[in-house]
């Protein structure tokens, strides 16, 4: 008796639970400044997903405002009672009519709902891009991106700089989409939508933001120990800005008599199997490239933001940052550490 009380408490106490968790939710939405919003798009792809995620819910709205107001209507009007205990209500079988009402609608409102969506995918998937639109390849590794402009001839990683795109002159920019390991998703839900980075799939996706700012985002499917912190920041930039970002990032890396102790450490340790530095030995691409290192606000895929005593702890450290993360604890000496950090730090 007690199992069934506690049962039937569990069960009525859980549609309430889980509105506050909606009502919790929806006050730190409204509350607090949120870095991502669904309803908010900014970009032509992320317009026209919301615009049928609400065509969607209109028609799933309407027909639960039936199907609601019938089983109201029907369990008030006809519920049972004392006078007719005995009699049964009347028994209908085998009506065509109904039949074929309740296999008929229901067909035509999957088809409605099949029809707005291939429409939306197909708008998205096959729109024409101009010549002038810029072309990134974006590789997902466990856990960070990499970033490469084959146009511009610029490598970066995590923090992903596109020009804003004027509606009257479009430059958007198309994304193509590969993956160095397993299954990956790139999701900024104000630009795009979610579209994955599949292994020997190459996938493309394209966003045209009308504003500048920045945008943020994440992996969008679980790919190992450290996908939760494997975020995306997008800097959307006028277009001066970012012919002065593509400019600098060109250039080969600050080369400074003054840390030459620190290149030394950088050039004789295992750094340079794994990074990148244009301009040095360094040529390995299992990690970021970190010819402008210090371009970036954040480390590790937005796990930290980049200071130097961050820098430091990940160098020393990666797990302190973030657990699980592919890059090993390097045992430094403290002053080959020094040394190094110096070196890092010019590498703007
Ligand atoms: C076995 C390969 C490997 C070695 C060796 C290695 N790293 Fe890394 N490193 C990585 C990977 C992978 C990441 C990305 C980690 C992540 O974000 O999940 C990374 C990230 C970094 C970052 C952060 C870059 C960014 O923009 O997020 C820095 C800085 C860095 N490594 C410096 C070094 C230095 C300095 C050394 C040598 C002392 C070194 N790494 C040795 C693989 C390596
Ligand atoms: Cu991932």
């Given amino acids: 008796m007690q199992r069934v009380k506690n049962t039937i408490v569990r069960i009525a106490l859980n549609p309430i639970a889980l509105l506050f968790c909606f009502m919790s939710r929806a006050a730190a939405l409204a509350s607090s400044t949120v870095p991502t919003n669904i309803f908010a798009p900014q970009s032509t792809p992320a317009k026209?997903?919301?615009?049928?995620?609400f065509f969607v819910l209109a028609i799933?709205?309407?027909?639960?405002?039936?199907?609601?107001?019938?089983?109201?209507?029907?369990?008030?009007?006809?519920?049972?009672?004392?006078?007719?205990?005995?009699?049964?209500?009347?028994?209908?079988?085998?009506?065509?009519?109904?039949?074929?009402?309740?296999?008929?609608?229901?067909?035509?409102?999957?088809?409605?709902?099949?029809?707005?969506?291939?429409?939306v995918v197909h708008a998205i998937q096959d729109a024409p891009m101009p010549a002038s639109a810029v072309e990134v390849t974006v590789i997902g590794h466990q856990f960070w991106w990499e970033y490469r402009y084959p146009q511009l001839g610029v490598?970066?990683?995590?923090?992903?700089?596109?020009?804003?795109?004027?509606?009257?002159?479009?430059?958007?920019?198309?994304?193509?989409?590969?993956?160095?390991d397993?299954?990956?998703?790139?999701?900024?839900?104000?630009?795009?939508?979610?579209?994955d980075l599949v292994p020997n799939h190459p996938n493309r996706t394209w966003m045209d933001p009308e504003?500048?700012?920045?945008?943020?985002?994440?992996c969008a499917q679980y790919c190992g120990t450290q996908h939760a912190k494997m975020l995306l920041r997008v800097s959307v930039d006028t277009p001066d800005d970012f012919a002065e970002w593509v400019r600098e990032q060109r250039q080969a890396a600050v080369a400074d008599e003054r840390v030459s102790a620190g290149k030394r450490v950088f050039e004789t340790t295992a750094c340079i199997n794994c990074h990148s530095i244009n301009g040095t030995v360094a040529n390995g691409r299992f990690g970021p490239d970190l010819t402008h290192l210090m371009s970036r606000t954040t480390i590790?895929?937005?796990?930290?933001?980049?200071?130097?005593?961050?820098?430091?702890?990940?160098?020393?450290?990666?797990?302190?940052?973030?657990?699980?993360?592919?890059?090993p604890a390097m045992q430094l000496s403290k002053s080959d550490l020094d040394a190094l950090m110096g070196y890092l730090e010019t590498l703007r």
């Fill in 182 to 195: 397993t299954d990956h998703s790139f999701w900024i839900p104000e630009l795009a939508g979610k579209t």
């Fill in 211 to 218: 504003h500048t700012g920045t945008f943020e985002g994440q």
């Fill in 60 to 119: 799933t709205g309407i027909i639960f405002a039936v199907v609601f107001t019938l089983l109201v209507y029907s369990l008030l009007k006809f519920r049972a009672r004392s006078s007719s205990a005995s009699s049964e209500p009347a028994q209908v079988y085998g009506s065509t009519q109904i039949e074929l009402a309740w296999t008929v609608i229901p067909v035509l409102i999957v088809v409605v709902l099949f029809m707005a969506t291939a429409r």
């Fill in 155 to 180: 490598v970066t990683a995590n923090e992903l700089h596109i020009p804003v795109s004027d509606p009257a002159h479009p430059t958007p920019t198309v994304l193509q989409l590969l993956s160095a």
């Fill in 48 to 53: 026209s997903i919301v615009h049928l995620s």
């Fill in 300 to 327: 590790a895929a937005g796990a930290a933001l980049n200071t130097p005593e961050n820098l430091r702890l990940w160098i020393q450290n990666p797990d302190a940052i973030k657990r699980g993360s592919l890059m």
